[in-house]
């Protein structure tokens, strides 16, 4: 597919997403997208999404949490989406699919997407993606701009979030909440296995 701007300025050589409803270019600061109505759109892309931080639950469920900035273009699109997904032994795994319109908003902290885990799951790589309405995955990088995730997505464990929460700087509370959930998924993994 191939793009020109009015009179002929410039061509630009665009990639499909699979879906013949998005395409973007590596080198463009513009994606073109079909409409509901099937007409084909030239906008520009969305800046870089960015992760804010992880962090663990422990109330009625055990969580992992993932904090995202999402660029207010992607918000007003509507339809865009965070997939989470467990990928623990290599299998095919379930993806939770969560809305970016139903994310909770954490003031200092961006929108919050959360995946409940067993205490046995907590040393699993969780890995999550952000897509945009039409399922092109969006470019996450983290606060100082300096990693890219948009290849791999954000990958962290529960048991990562315990380790910091035990040696990192915390009050004495986090700390001992950190120590006894570690303990606790020691415990689980002893069991199940």
Same mark, same amino acid.
């Given at each position: 597919?191939?793009?020109?701007?009015?009179?002929? =300025?410039?061509?630009?050589? +665009?990639?499909?997403?699979?879906?013949?409803?998005?395409?973007?270019? @590596?080198?463009?600061?513009?994606?073109? =997208?079909?409409? @509901?109505?099937?007409?084909?759109? +030239?906008?520009?892309?969305?800046?870089?999404? =960015?992760?804010?931080?992880?962090?663990?639950?422990?109330? @009625?469920? &055990?969580?992992? #949490?993932?904090?995202? %900035?999402?660029?207010?273009?992607?918000?007003?699109?509507?339809?865009?989406?965070?997939?989470?997904? #467990? @990928? =623990?032994?290599?299998?095919?795994?379930?993806?939770?699919?969560?809305?970016? *319109?139903?994310?909770?908003?954490?003031?200092?902290?961006?929108?919050?997407?959360?995946?409940?885990?067993?205490?046995?799951?907590?040393?699993?790589? &969780?890995?999550?993606?952000?897509? %945009?309405?039409?399922? *092109?995955?969006?470019?996450?990088?983290?606060?100082?701009?300096?990693?890219?995730?948009?290849?791999?997505?954000?990958?962290?464990?529960?048991?990562?979030?315990?380790?910091?929460?035990? *040696?990192?700087?915390?009050?004495?509370?986090?700390?001992?909440?950190?120590?006894?959930?570690?303990?606790?998924?020691?415990?689980?993994?002893?069991?199940?296995?």
């Amino acid at each position: 597919v191939t793009m020109m701007e009015e009179k002929g =300025v410039f061509t630009q050589g +665009l990639k499909g997403n699979g879906n013949a409803s998005a395409f973007t270019s @590596d080198t463009s600061e513009y994606r073109v =997208v079909l409409n @509901d109505d099937g007409e084909a759109l +030239l906008t520009e892309k969305p800046a870089p999404c =960015v992760i804010n931080g992880v962090s663990g639950t422990f109330n @009625d469920k &055990i969580k992992l #949490n993932y904090y995202f %900035d999402i660029p207010e273009s992607v918000v007003d699109e509507g339809g865009a989406y965070v997939t989470i997904t #467990n @990928d =623990v032994n290599d299998e095919t795994p379930d993806a939770v699919t969560l809305p970016v *319109n139903e994310a909770v908003l954490v003031e200092g902290k961006g929108f919050r997407f959360s995946i409940p885990l067993a205490a046995k799951e907590a040393s699993d790589t &969780i890995t999550a993606r952000l897509f %945009d309405q039409w399922g *092109n995955e969006l470019s996450i990088q983290n606060i100082g701009g300096d990693t890219d995730y948009t290849e791999t997505g954000v990958q962290y464990s529960l048991a990562q979030y315990l380790t910091w929460l035990e *040696n990192g700087n915390v009050n004495e509370q986090e700390k001992a909440v950190g120590e006894a959930a570690k303990d606790y998924h020691t415990a689980a993994q002893i069991y199940f296995n």
